[in-house]
């Protein structure tokens, strides 16, 4: 699951993974984060940290809480 307020970079991020064989989401916000997280489980959530709302490191937070051991990778 790719989480970044930038369309440009998230879609980037999206097509690059894709094209490597990935499945990858896309979230554009944190909120729809935690709803996509609660829908798909997925194998990893690469998040941007500056993003208006709730920011990336009070994602990584809830995910810690709610889905022990899923990984999460910040990117900035």
């Keep these: ?3 970044d307020d930038s369309g440009t970079m998230r879609r980037s ?3 690059t993974l894709r094209m490597g064989g ?3 989401r896309e ?3 944190a909120e729809d984060a935690l ?5 798909c489980r997925p ?3 690469l998040t941007d940290i500056v993003m208006p709302g709730m920011g ?3 994602l990584i937070e809830h995910v810690q809480q709610r889905w022990p051991g899923l ?6």
Aim: some cysteine; glycine content about 4%.
């Design 43 to 45: 194998a990893i959530v």
């Design 13 to 15: 991020l999206v097509m």
């Design 35 to 39: 709803l996509e997280i609660s829908r």
């Design 56 to 58: 990336g490191l009070a």
């Design 27 to 29: 979230a554009a916000c």
């Design 71 to 76: 990984p999460v990778l910040a990117l900035t």
């Design 22 to 24: 990935y499945q990858a």
């Design 1 to 3: 699951l790719v989480v």
